[in-house]
């Protein structure tokens, strides 16, 4: 089995930055990409970002992109997600992922292996 769990998240103000942690633990071999989804009340969750085990493939999702950045560090089995220059539309539920195949894929049906959720919130 393989637990995920977020942390980081939290109340900050538009144009502000947080950075998200996420620490996989368990059988931690049968994870590859690794992933960052987001649900804010009332809409369907949605990909952020994502990149494989090397960081040598990274996608991310277009409202993103420029503000974000998704890290990993193997050696201790976590996943970064740096947020930048926050919005009021960044404000949800921010969820990590796990997979056990290698391409960072944007569908969630693909994930393997979810975090319990960290919420986020930037006020306007």
């Known amino acids: 089995q393989v637990q995920l769990v977020e942390s980081g998240g939290g109340l900050v103000q538009a144009g502000g930055s947080l950075r998200l942690s996420c620490v996989a633990s368990?059988?931690?071999?049968?994870?590859?990409?690794m992933g960052w989804f987001r649900q804010a009340p009332g809409k369907e969750r949605e990909f952020v970002a994502a990149?494989?085990?090397?960081?040598?493939?990274?996608n991310y999702s277009d409202s993103v992109k420029g503000r974000f950045t998704i890290s990993r560090d193997n050696a201790k089995n976590t996943v970064y997600l740096q947020m930048n220059t926050l919005k009021s539309e960044d404000t949800a539920v921010y969820y990590c992922?796990?997979?056990?195949?290698?391409?960072?894929?944007?569908?969630?049906?693909?994930?393997?292996?979810w975090g319990q959720g960290t919420q986020v919130t930037v006020s306007s």
């Open positions: 368990g059988r931690t071999a049968s994870i590859d990409a």
């Open positions: 992922a796990g997979k056990a195949g290698r391409f960072p894929t944007t569908l969630s049906a693909r994930y393997d292996y």
């Open positions: 990149t494989t085990r090397g960081g040598g493939t990274i």
